[in-house]
């Protein structure tokens, strides 16, 4: 036998509307996550309660969840861009009200939950915390949403691929802004989401933009023009912790800790730090002044590009191919005064050596001491 929405609510058929929304409450207050409840459930009670009180009996079957997917596989391109559109309107419609319900509980300082979207748009749900915090969970799919305090995210962030009109666009003018348990969660930035924390920092998982190719759109058969969807985050005034950050994406920070970089990401930062092996493909560093670099991997020649360059405040471009093999040994005193501690085939990228802009706008300075000739030195040993 089916189970009706009135079954899920557990009630009869019949019952009031100040009956069916006192058995939700009761239920949510049951089943939310918060209060340990099964996540699932939580979502078909309020989908059980939204159904009712439209006047449908039955949830959706299956014929119908696909019916009314996200997803229009069957019509042609102009159709499934017009109705996609259609989509991103309404999506970036919920989020402006989640905006409006989220600033309203921080200047009254209250606490509130609340679920924004629908079941065929996907449910996203806002809670604005006693500390001032506004927690999300759910994927973040299009719209922008501008918030005075720290957000924390149980979800992903991707933005629209048919329209830029309605790009992801997500803007805390204090605090940070966290995914929880990124790596665990595999929780990801992608396909031209923006990020702007003003006064805080960000700490998130993978991080991934996109290009495609289209079609010329003067019709020329062969012809092709590549697009892309840059992921942007930004926290000028704090730190950028990621994982991996791949295919078109920029950041922009006074600090960025990260472990991979790979296809054409730029990284403009006054402190870099790079736990991973790989920095490849048209990568860029923009090293602020005053700032320095550190890599704590030795990178293998396929783990670092010769395409990959470092761009200084004033202009100057090194290929950071040529620290692979610049020895420390050869940079000048004044920079390395502690040249004994390191090993004379040691080359400037690896081994968390500080790698310094000052350094680097006077890399083909020499050294004005004379280098032992101790055996010791020769065979690489430290003294």
């Known amino acids: 036998m089916v189970e009706s929405n009135y079954d899920i609510l557990g009630i009869v058929e019949g019952t009031s509307e100040k009956e069916i929304r006192d058995a939700f409450r009761r239920l949510a207050l049951q089943y939310h996550s918060d209060r340990g409840g099964e996540n699932e459930q939580f979502i078909k009670i309020k989908q059980a309660y939204e159904d009712l009180k439209i006047g449908k009996k039955y949830p959706e079957t299956d014929i119908e969840k696909i019916k009314n997917s996200r997803v229009y596989s069957d019509e042609s391109e102009a159709d499934v861009r017009r109705k996609n559109q259609i989509l991103g309107q309404q999506l970036s419609k919920e989020m402006k009200a ?47 949403l501008t918030y005075d305090g720290p957000i924390t995210m149980q979800g992903s962030i991707t933005s629209p691929s048919w329209t830029k009109e309605y790009q992801t666009n997500i803007h805390l003018r204090k605090g940070d802004f966290k995914f929880v348990d990124p790596i665990e969660n595999k929780y990801k930035i992608e396909n031209g989401a923006k990020i702007t924390v003003d006064n805080g920092n960000v ?20 012809v092709y023009k590549i697009l892309e969807h840059r992921t942007e985050v930004s926290a000028p005034n704090g730190k950028i912790v990621a994982e991996n950050v791949v295919n078109t994406v920029s950041l922009n920070a006074d600090t960025v800790i990260v472990l991979n970089i790979e296809d054409d990401v730029i990284i403009s930062a006054r402190e870099i730090l790079f736990y991973g092996d790989k920095f490849t493909y048209d990568s860029i560093i923009k090293l602020k002044e005053g700032g320095s670099i550190r890599f704590f991997e030795n990178f293998s020649i396929q783990g670092l590009s010769g395409d990959a360059k470092i761009e200084l405040e004033n202009g100057k471009k090194i290929r950071l191919f040529d620290l692979k093999t610049k020895k420390i040994k050869d940079l000048a005193d004044e920079f390395v005064s502690n ?7 040691a080359t400037m990228v690896g081994h968390g050596f500080t790698i310094t802009y000052e350094m680097l706008d006077n890399l083909s300075k020499k050294p004005t001491k004379k280098q032992k000739s101790g055996w010791a030195s020769r065979f690489g040993f430290k003294n």
């Open 98 to 144: 989640a905006e409006e319900w989220a600033a309203a509980h921080n200047r009254a300082n209250s606490t509130a939950s609340r679920l924004f979207g629908s079941k065929t748009l996907g449910e996203i749900e806002l809670e604005r915390k006693a500390n001032g915090a506004l927690s999300i969970k759910g994927n973040f799919m299009a719209g922008s």
């Open 203 to 222: 700490v998130v998982g993978n991080i991934f933009g996109r290009k495609f190719r289209v079609e010329d759109p003067e019709g020329k058969v062969g």
């Open 339 to 345: 040249k004994e501690n390191y090993a004379s085939d």
